[in-house]
């Protein structure tokens, strides 16, 4: 199994540019989410979702969309990059809910000038 | 609001001395901790989650409703220990898929 990938592993984007960032699953697991990483700051969920067809906002979900059309396929969408957004975004997954073990993703690393 | 707070951004030992990292969380329910471990140029994993009660790699933690703490600690610190450190705590009820962490507290283990 290659449990959770992310592509791409590094990107740059100028301000304004739109981008996806993959996110895919190979473990079968309901629930998946997006967190950015930023210094000080810990992770900070993004968007999660607990299901095929079903997605919901977390903390920080402005300027992100995405969408969830299989159970393995998660990916997230940047509408019109800032440079606010210079992160390293990680993908997890579970079986279960928030309170199961997450599986995450090796992340990637985006810059926004 | 759910909150998790590490207070130490940095923490240095020497190789064979205790470590103790702290967190400390607020949350009304039942709370689901857990610690999280990001070694250099690896993916974040799960180390340990207090439900389990398990030592990993001579971690222990131990939830303090009390004091709302779960401070991680090993009586003698490894070099290979050297890593970020995260605090999580698990959402407040059984739908959802938010972890809440705190800032991460970075541990160098000096030779």
């Known amino acids: 199994n290659a449990g959770v990938t992310q592509t791409p592993k590094f990107q740059v984007l100028k301000t304004g540019q739109s981008m996806t960032l993959q996110c895919a699953q190979d473990m079968n697991h309901e629930y998946m989410s997006w967190y950015r990483q930023d210094p000080g700051m810990g992770l900070r969920l993004i968007h999660y979702?607990?299901?095929?067809?079903?997605?919901d906002q977390g903390e920080v979900p402005n300027g992100y969309n995405v969408s969830r059309s299989t159970t393995e396929d998660f990916p997230l969408r940047l509408l019109s990059a800032a440079p606010s957004q210079t992160s390293v975004y990680f993908c997890?997954?579970?079986?279960?809910?928030?309170?199961?073990?997450?599986?995450f993703g090796p992340g990637t690393r985006l810059l926004v000038l | 609001a759910q909150r998790v707070t590490q207070p130490e951004k940095l923490l240095s030992v020497f190789k064979g001395a205790p470590v103790e990292l702290k967190c400390n969380y607020s949350y009304s329910g039942s709370p689901e901790l857990f610690w999280y471990v990001q070694y250099s140029r690896q993916r974040l994993q799960l180390l340990l989650r207090h439900i389990s009660r398990e030592s990993i790699k001579g971690f222990t933690a131990d939830l303090n409703k009390g004091e709302t703490s779960f401070h991680l600690k090993k009586p003698f610190a490894q070099e290979e220990d050297s890593a970020m450190y995260y605090c999580a705590l698990g959402p407040n009820n059984n739908a959802g898929n938010m972890l809440t962490f705190g800032g991460g507290t970075r541990l160098m283990v000096k030779p």
């Open positions: 979702s607990v299901g095929a067809g079903i997605t």
């Open positions: 997890a997954s579970s079986r279960g809910t928030g309170r199961e073990t997450q599986y």
